[in-house]
């Protein structure tokens, strides 16, 4: 399917000062909005389909190696903790410390999640499927939003974590980065290496040479995957240089679309998805390693989402207004930081090294 990247609709209007009463930063928020093309990103039946993936997985899991309990907070080691929701019989639970919404219970052997064995071909597929339109939609934005970031006099190096096919690595070389990747998958890293003709180790982050510093370290939809993440943070920021920024694109609880759909939002599979990010929890994880947090923003497809539930609720007016919204909408979700899509900026300061 061709998909085509579409002009904002929605723009500010200046002449008429009719958004001076609106807080500052909203206009902006609608002047930068570029809608998603809801038919391809949310098409019929979705949340159906995506409850069908993820209560098989949990089930591929229950009859494996079975579950095994957390009792304490996985960022501030905390045992205190709330009830919050539960899909599959899996209970996810609020920290009462740092708020990081978590699952009370994860796999024993996380591999049985990701162990199968058509996985490179459904990979491989899905890199043809609307490539163009991802790497304008998508890739431009965080290329952008990475050298708006950057410290100048840096080098354009760049290690993308959770790489999978590579997409963005190709944009980010598209312009001007020297480009490595990283990914668990053994098959797809080696896959990603050989189109591109560059580095992507796999395994374990250990097995990236201890030599090897990046300005940039992206993690695209990776960390909410993790089962230990300060381990996984101080692990990955070795491979930082000083002034050097991690790029981290994790699932927003306190979004729109997650507070109204709870369980039935595509993003809480609590076997995958073990850690839900609030911002206070992203604080306190960088905290904990000592990086700044210098930057959170989002962005989310909210609107399409909560199409897409009460389409599968069978309210199909509403599931009508909100694509119709959605437009206009987003960037007010976006603007008061309740997108369901977060970005981190989480920087080395030189002076810490
Ligand atoms: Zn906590």
Redesign the pocket.
Known sequence: MSVTVQEPTVRRSDADGVHNEIPRGYSDHVREFVPMDLEAMRPKGFIKKCEDWSGSLTQKVLDGKGLKEVTA?P????PSSDFELEKFGIAMVK?Q????RYSRQIPVDAAELYSDEDYLPILKKGYNENLDYRKQRFGVERLDLIEEQMESGQDKSLLDIGCGTGWFLECARERGFDIAGFDLGTEVAAWTADRLGIPVWSSSLDEIPSDRKFSVITAFDVLEHVLDPVEWLRSAMTFLKPGGIMLLYVPHFDSLSVQVMRDKSSLVTPLEHVLFFTKQ?MQ?LADRVGLELTYFKTRGIDMGDLMSFFEDQGDEELARACGKLYPYLQPIVDGANSGNSSRYILRLNACQV
Request: proline letters at 0%; aromatic letters at 0%.
């Open positions: 907070c960022i501030c080691s905390s920290c410390d740092c708020t990081l929890a306190t």
